[in-house]
T-cell receptor, first 115, second 111 residues
């Protein structure tokens, strides 16, 4: 059974640009959630999608957005990049939209560097 | 919203049992306790989840006292490959429940 796939694994962008990250969940999982991890702030929840609907949202500015497609694949977009957006972005999939407070499976992440 | 408190770091020798305690004084009735393990530059990996008493699986045990204000993750006979950060999460099991990761406990296993 294939795990959670995130692409790309590494990305370098310039301040002011925008970026789109992709996450393919485990087959059959309908929930995808996104997290930002930095040395200073640790793991922070961005948002969760279930059946193409955003169900939960963390405390991030509107520059961070996401969507989920009918095949459960999800994309996360960050517009007008700032240096502070440099981080490891992780997505997790779970069955039936139960979030990480149950058995969620994480991808290896996308390392975004903003210069 | 239940906040969790864990030791920032722990050291242990190979072959020993390691117990990591998490405090969650404000745990709600519908909250579960979930533990994740994370290696550098990888996503967290689910270890175990419980609601009360004791839960055991092939990699760990989770002890939860009757008042549920704390929990202890027990790793039997640790090896060098258990060196990682361990996160304790407390929350409900629906998409609408808040998700807060604490700083976790950095476990170093010494040969």
């Amino acid at each position: 059974k294939a795990g959670v796939t995130q692409t790309p694994r590494y990305l370098i962008k310039t301040r002011g640009q925008q970026v789109t990250l992709s996450c393919s969940p485990i087959s059959g999982h309908r929930s995808v959630s996104w997290y930002q991890q930095t040395p200073g702030q640790g793991l922070q929840f961005l948002f969760e999608y279930f059946s193409e609907t955003q169900r939960n949202k963390g405390n991030f500015p509107g520059r961070f957005s996401g969507r989920q497609f009918s095949n459960s694949r999800s994309e996360m977009n960050v517009s007008t990049l700032e240096l502070g957006d440099s981080a490891l972005y992780l997505c997790a999939s779970s069955l039936l939209g139960q979030g990480v407070n149950t058995e969620a499976f994480f991808g290896q992440g996308t390392r975004l560097t903003v210069v | 919203l239940a906040k969790t408190t864990q030791p920032i770091s722990m050291d242990s020798y190979e072959g020993q049992e390691v117990n990591i305690t998490c405090s969650h004084n404000n745990i709600a009735t519908n909250d579960y306790i979930t533990w994740y393990q994370q290696f550098p530059s990888q996503g967290p990996r689910f270890i175990i989840q419980g609601y009360k008493t004791k839960v055991t699986n092939e990699v760990a045990s989770l002890f939860i006292p009757a008042d549920r204000k704390s929990s202890t993750l027990s790793l039997p006979r640790v090896s060098l490959s258990d060196t990682a950060v361990y996160y304790c999460l407390v929350g409900g099991k629906t998409s609408y429940d808040k998700v807060i990761f604490g700083p976790g406990t950095s476990l170093s296993v010494i040969p």
